[in-house]
């Protein structure tokens, strides 16, 4: 006889570290690559902008991917700082995008990108930074398994009594990340300048794997709605909004609509099931090269915590459980589960326990914390646990997507001049549907048909 006490006692499933990248079919199930031949050495790299926290650079899995010179953290210095610099002279010798017209129009926008060029221009970049720039392992959390999730590359390093293999990949190990730091609660004219920053070094691909604050358009639907004949966004802002703050909030607003034209810029869509996902995610349409991201678990279903709706593509991440009016949805393998008063209709199992496995900041200050504090401080790998993390949220997935995109740059397959709404179409096109229930999601699919590892468990 089966007791309650008895059910779900952490009877796990073990689960491939890398299964979102079959789910996609990126890889096959012996780890290869179909319908991929790697760029040749000589040719220019898929450039991905990455809108995040700062990066561990020295990640073994992510050093060859991280392109040191163009980082840039515009958390510590208002025109950003260059941490990693080598020659003094070589920033300024950058051909850059500098005659871009997406800030035409733009008061605010067209003044910063002045600034910003003429900065970059002139071979003082690096000497203007800050000499600390916010960079430090305990800043790089996210940014570190985002960048994973794009492109890291599998390694071998010494170990302390013999050399290891880490063989951990991204979506396109072939192509080069830069990372553009910003502030955990950045103003507009910091993010403006963090996409005028991935304009002007001409990003194949942008990502932004979390939501910008804007006070009037991180939820759109209050615009809707009015009280005395005021808009409810004003007043539900969390402090008052000046008039010129709210003019460059709207710029950006506009700004990222412009530089998805050119290329695409991947979002991801939000954890609380926000139907009309967060900002800037929440600004994709059909007319524009924004791609708004959404989650599904390793079974096939939509994340608990994500919202299918006014989404452009779903891509693979971890799940959550759910127990309210509209889903039941809970974890029966966990050692605290009760199944006592959980209704019926928790028997679908749409519940899954993979996760998304990506890199992490080595050493103390990681998600997956080690004993020593800073292993990166010497060439000698010591333990490898703090090396990689669990990981998930639509942070994951629009993370899988952006790869996705670089690695159909990367191929050829995208044409290295398709623009941002010629990409998102790309992607479309390389979509399958996944039907659950009375909803349908478009998840790409690089070759064959979608693989969910769990669908059976």
Aim: glycine content about 8%; charged content about 20%; aromatic content about 8%.
């Amino acid at each position: 006889m089966t007791t309650t006490s008895q059910i779900g006692q952490e009877n796990y499933p073990d689960y491939d570290a890398l299964w979102h990248l079959k789910t996609i079919g990126v890889l096959d199930q012996d780890y290869n690559r179909p319908d991929f031949t790697p760029p040749c050495e000589t040719e220019k790299k898929t450039r991905v902008a990455v809108i995040d926290t700062s990066v561990a650079v020295d990640h073994p899995n992510l050093a060859p991917a991280i392109n040191k010179l163009l980082a840039i953290d515009l958390f510590s210095t208002r025109l950003g700082a260059f941490p990693y610099y080598g020659d003094v002279d070589k920033l300024g010798a950058l051909e850059l995008n500098a005659t871009t017209q997406v800030a035409d129009g733009l008061t605010h926008s067209s003044r910063l990108l002045a600034e910003l060029n003429d900065r970059l221009c002139h071979g003082e970049a690096t000497r203007m930074g800050t000499i600390r720039p916010a960079v430090a392992p305990e800043f790089s959390v996210h940014g570190t398994a985002i960048a994973g999730l794009v492109g890291a590359r599998p390694c071998k390093v010494d170990g302390v009594e013999n050399s290891l293999m880490l063989p951990y990949a991204g979506v396109d190990p072939t192509c080069e990340i830069v990372p553009i730091s910003t502030n955990f609660d950045p103003d507009p004219e910091q993010m403006i300048l963090a996409f005028l920053y991935a304009e002007l070094i001409d990003a194949d691909v942008v990502l932004l794997p979390r939501i910008i604050p804007d006070p009037i358009r991180t939820q759109p639907e209050l615009s809707a709605h009015s009280v005395n004949g005021q808009e409810l966004g004003p007043l539900v802002a969390p402090c008052p909004v000046t008039p010129e703050q709210e003019a460059m909030w709207s710029e950006l607003a506009e700004l990222i609509v412009a530089v998805s034209m050119k290329r695409p810029v991947v979002c991801a869509a939000g954890n609380a099931n926000e139907e009309f996902a967060i900002y800037p995610a929440n600004l994709a349409t059909e007319h524009n090269g924004i791609i708004s991201v959404g989650a599904l678990n390793s079974k096939g279903y939509r994340s608990g915590y994500s919202d299918a709706r006014n989404t452009t593509v779903m891509a693979p991440s971890n799940d959550s459980e759910v127990f309210d009016r509209t889903e039941v949805r809970l974890d029966e393998q966990d050692r605290d589960y009760d199944g006592v008063g959980v209704p019926e209709k928790n028997s679908n199992h749409k519940f899954s326990s993979f996760e998304i496995i990506s890199t992490d900041v080595p050493g103390r200050f990681g998600y997956a914390s080690s004993p020593f504090e800073n292993e990166l401080s010497d060439d000698t790998l010591r333990e490898f646990g703090s090396y990689f993390c669990r990981f998930g949220g639509t942070s994951a997935s629009s993370a899988i997507v952006a790869g996705f995109l670089a690695l159909g740059r990367s191929s050829g397959n995208l044409g290295t001049d398709a623009d941002g709404l010629a990409a998102k179409n790309w992607l479309l096109s390389k979509c399958q549907v996944v039907s659950e229930d009375d909803m349908q999601h478009r998840l790409p699919v690089w070759s064959g048909t979608p693989y969910f590892p769990n669908a059976t468990v």
